[in-house]
């Protein structure tokens, strides 16, 4: 198990679980599953949205995006070459 506690992200047996809060689960997904373009799309829209002025509580929302973004495409593409 990985766990990344700044991100939110956590990496179970090759299933990607995106946790926001205590002990909530909003997310669960395996690496074949990811849509790469879609989450290279979500990354993109992020690194753009941060580069704008935001509020604490939205740059922090846009942060947890572009980390779950980061983590479908490295789990994706890390499953993507052990195949």
């Known amino acids: 198990m ?15 679980v995106t946790v926001c809060g205590f002990n909530h689960v909003m997310y669960v997904e ?4 990811v849509d790469i373009k879609r989450a290279e799309a979500a990354k993109e829209r992020a690194e753009e949205r941060l580069r704008q002025k935001l509020s604490i509580t939205q740059h922090y929302h846009t942060q947890t995006v572009l980390s779950r973004a980061m983590a479908r495409l490295k789990h994706s593409t890390k499953r993507k070459h052990d195949i």
């Open 2 to 16: 990985q766990v990344n506690e700044n991100e939110s992200i956590i990496s179970v047996n090759d299933v990607i």
């Open 30 to 33: 395996r690496p074949e599953d």
